[in-house]
């Protein structure tokens, strides 16, 4: 069983940046595929990250660029680093652990508005 717990959401101006974070409860985490997922309203959820238990990074079109997923082994945490954001960047993120089952997190809310 794997817990997590997403931060870092907030409204944030267009251009600006922001760095998400999920923090897995186990003992295990070194060998998850973590990602970071998000849906929009009247959308269906979609992937913008994922990174191996070796730290190999692959990452959606619109993320390309943009985006930054990195992990802390020792600290059970994955992130997303987001810069240049836009107001279609506006969702709410998920985390999401895969090994043999698939786990997600509550999500956190981004809003990119002016």
């Known amino acids: 069983q794997v817990q997590l717990v997403e931060s870092g959401g907030d409204l944030v101006q267009p251009g600006g940046s922001l760095r998400l974070s999920c923090a897995a409860s186990?003992?295990?985490?070194?060998?998850?595929?973590m990602g970071w997922y998000r849906q929009a309203p009247g959308s269906q959820r979609e992937l913008v990250a994922q990174?191996?238990?070796?730290?190999?990074?692959n990452y959606a079109d619109s993320a390309k660029g943009r985006c930054t997923i990195s992990r802390d082994n020792a600290k059970n945490t994955v992130y997303l680093q987001m810069n240049s954001l836009k107001p279609e960047d506006t969702a709410v993120y998920y985390c999401?652990?895969?090994?043999?089952?698939?786990?997600w997190g509550k999500g956190t809310l981004v809003t990119v508005s002016s």
């Open positions: 999401n652990a895969k090994l043999a089952m698939n786990y």
């Open positions: 186990g003992s295990d985490f070194r060998f998850y595929t």
């Open positions: 990174i191996t238990y070796s730290g190999r990074p």
